[in-house]
């Protein structure tokens, strides 16, 4: 018994699948990793500062940081 896969484009359905969750997920872990560098600057801020901006020290901590970004 022979298996037939549709083709769009000269790619199989299966494929574009795949692909889509691999660049999915990895704008995922970008996000992650920007956010971790970010909360890296935002934790060298004073608690006031923080505050004003409706931001919690404990939270930033909590979610982590990253010393670079690559």
Do not use: C, P, W
């Not at 600057?41 to 404990?58: I, N, P, Q, V, W």
């Amino acid at each position: 018994m022979a298996i037939a896969t549709t083709t769009i484009g000269g790619t199989s359905r299966s494929s574009e699948g795949f692909v889509r969750r691999a660049l999915s997920r990895m704008l995922e872990a970008r996000e992650k990793q920007a956010r971790r560098y970010v909360n890296g600057y935002l934790l060298s801020l004073d608690d006031a500062t923080l505050a004003s901006h409706g931001l919690d020290r404990r939270e930033l901590e909590r979610e982590g940081t990253a010393a670079m970004i690559f």
